[in-house]
């Protein structure tokens, strides 16, 4: 792959991921769906590993986690290991991946979400004492997973579109026009 593909590869990716990003932290929690918001830069990291295998989703997760480290309270490198084991663990998958079907996706984020909402749960609640995890599954983990699985029919399509188009103009732009 010549540097120019790559280069505007990885732009295309980092627009959106700070797109994702900026969606998630300033309009979806305007709206009181569930009274949760979904996960998209857990989506776009599953997605991208999954369509492009691990390395593209470790480097996708890493993004996306110091995006949350740095906007959010805590030890930093808190969300970026949670992201990229997420990356990795989806890149695996990418030997299974059919652009036809959307039921492995929606598995993949079912699975992402509940073990993100382990992890969470684990390091911010479990640790302080907070030993209640019904209500923490009831109140906070089901509503996002929901949300995040119908958001997952959409946003994954949008986000294989943009690697098709990416492929299909890389490959245009190998073939000689003579």
């Not at 652009?99 to 390091?123: K, M, S, V």
């Not at 302080?128 to 009831?138: C, E, K, N, P, Q």
């Amino acid at each position: 792959m010549k540097l120019r593909n790559v280069l505007k590869r990885t732009a295309i990716y980092l627009v959106l991921i700070f797109g994702a990003f900026t969606i998630q932290t300033s309009v979806f929690p305007l709206i009181t769906f569930f009274s949760s918001t979904p996960n998209l830069l857990l989506i776009l990291t599953f997605s991208f590993g999954f369509i492009y295998g691990s390395m593209t989703g470790m480097l996708c997760g890493l993004m996306a986690g110091m995006l949350m480290d740095l906007f959010y309270t805590g030890p930093f490198g808190f969300y970026s290991l949670i992201f990229v084991c997420c990356g990795y663990v989806n890149g695996i998958f990418n030997r299974y991946y059919y652009d036809d079907f959307i039921t492995l996706p929606l598995i993949l984020c079912g699975a992402n979400e509940l073990i993100y909402n382990l992890y969470i749960y684990l390091f911010r609640f479990f640790l302080r004492g907070r030993y209640d995890v019904l209500f923490y599954f009831v109140r906070l983990v089901l509503p996002e997973l929901l949300f995040s699985l119908i958001v997952t029919l959409i946003v994954y399509r949008f986000f294989l579109k943009v690697g098709k188009k990416l492929d299909h103009m890389e490959q245009r732009r190998g073939q000689n026009v003579a």
